[in-house]
């Protein structure tokens, strides 16, 4: 079965001056708008930001998308998050598409268990997914592995975005192997593409704090 994704999204921090075309493939993620693109996987997951927060202001100032509207970005694991007002915000917004990104699938070993023993983890961001579903939202799960993947088809949740996340070997092959699995499941696959600007290298360890 061959392994086409439906389609590419893009992390942006602004969509207004993008084509139609262009922001239904954007993750929107306003929180982002002062830092360089390059650092934005690492930076959005520090405690200096309020990825839902900016996002909900951002939206509250602005006219309704009429057409083309872009996905949200959520931080599905914000302790603080208010699913109700969000659902709200991104209704009157006109966005009907939702993501867990950021995620906190981007830490591994050490920091990555630190985090799910408190519940941070693939499975709540899934969760979160799956009320947002249930409130007429089109989720999209984003995915680093092959464990996450499982997890959120588990979980009835069929579009998934394959993120490479910072692990050395996650190449074409690896986005054909993890597609091919999706597709033989039933579900979409959508490919992500690096912010524009970004030159970013993977580290040769894994992303640990």
């Known amino acids: 079965m061959p392994a086409?994704?439906?389609?590419?999204?893009?992390?942006?921090?602004?969509?207004?001056?993008?084509?139609?075309?262009?922001?239904?493939q954007a993750i929107f993620l306003?929180?982002?708008?002062?830092?360089?693109?390059?650092?934005?996987?690492?930076?959005?997951?520090?405690?200096v930001l309020d990825i839902n927060g900016a996002l909900r202001a951002a939206l509250q100032l602005?006219?309704?998308?009429?057409?083309?509207?872009?996905?949200?970005?959520?931080?599905?694991?914000d302790p603080f998050l208010?699913?109700?007002d969000m659902a709200a915000t991104l209704?009157?917004?006109?966005i009907?598409?939702?993501?867990?990104?950021?995620?906190?699938?981007?830490?591994?070993?050490?920091?990555?268990?630190a985090l799910a023993a408190v519940g941070y983890r693939a499975e709540a961001e899934f969760r979160l997914l799956q009320r947002l579903a249930e409130q007429g939202f089109s989720p999209i799960a984003c995915a680093t592995s092959r464990r996450a993947v499982d997890a959120a088809l588990g979980l009835g949740l069929r579009r998934i975005l394959l993120h490479p996340g910072f692990s050395p070997g996650h190449d074409a092959a690896w986005w054909a192997e993890l597609a091919g699995h999706v597709a033989v499941e039933g579900g979409e696959t959508l490919a992500w593409a690096a912010p524009?600007?970004?030159?970013?290298?993977?580290?040769?360890?894994?992303?640990?704090l």
């Open 196 to 208: 524009p600007g970004a030159q970013v290298s993977r580290p040769r360890r894994r992303m640990r």
């Open 91 to 94: 209704r009157r917004s006109g």
């Open 30 to 47: 306003p929180a982002l708008a002062t830092f360089a693109p390059a650092t934005w996987p690492l930076v959005a997951l520090l405690p």
């Open 82 to 84: 208010r699913l109700s």
């Open 4 to 24: 086409t994704p439906s389609a590419t999204l893009q992390p942006r921090a602004e969509v207004d001056a993008l084509s139609p075309a262009e922001r239904a």
């Open 96 to 113: 009907t598409r939702v993501v867990n990104f950021p995620t906190v699938q981007i830490f591994e070993d050490e920091t990555a268990a």
């Open 62 to 77: 602005r006219r309704p998308f009429r057409a083309a509207a872009p996905v949200a970005g959520l931080f599905a694991c």
